[in-house]
């Protein structure tokens, strides 16, 4: 089994940034991992794609965060990160850590989400 823990979230003012932080630890050898990426869910909505990355660095970004969010990885700590800048009230979320898929799959691994809170 493979176990994510994210971290980073917190409340920002709009145009404000934040660094998330997911960490796998359990039975991450045997690239289990595979492609990792981050989720939001918002009140009311069903859960979407922020970002992936591939286990080689390939990336895959939704339109609404292309260009202000930056997605990346070490494979050596088992980490994956997502810089989120020029944040928007729209932003806010929980976010999940994903793994186990393909670059532009999800993964069975899930984290238990971290909040970020955008204000105006």
């Known amino acids: 089994q493979v176990q994510l823990v994210e971290s980073g979230g917190g409340t920002v003012q709009a145009g404000g940034s934040l660094r998330l932080s997911c960490v796998a630890t359990g039975d991450t050898f045997d690239r289990k991992l595979l492609a990792m990426g981050w989720y939001r869910q918002s009140p009311g909505k069903q859960r979407e794609l922020v970002a992936r990355i591939s286990d080689g660095g390939r990336t895959n970004y939704a339109a609404s965060v292309k260009g202000r969010f930056t997605i990346s990885r070490d494979n050596d700590k088992n980490a994956m990160y997502l810089q989120m800048d020029s944040l928007k009230p729209d932003d806010t979320a929980v976010y999940y850590c994903?793994?186990?898929?393909?670059?532009?799959?999800?993964?069975?691994?899930w984290g238990q989400g971290t909040r970020v809170t955008v204000s105006s």
């Open positions: 994903n793994a186990g898929g393909l670059l532009y799959n999800e993964g069975v691994y």
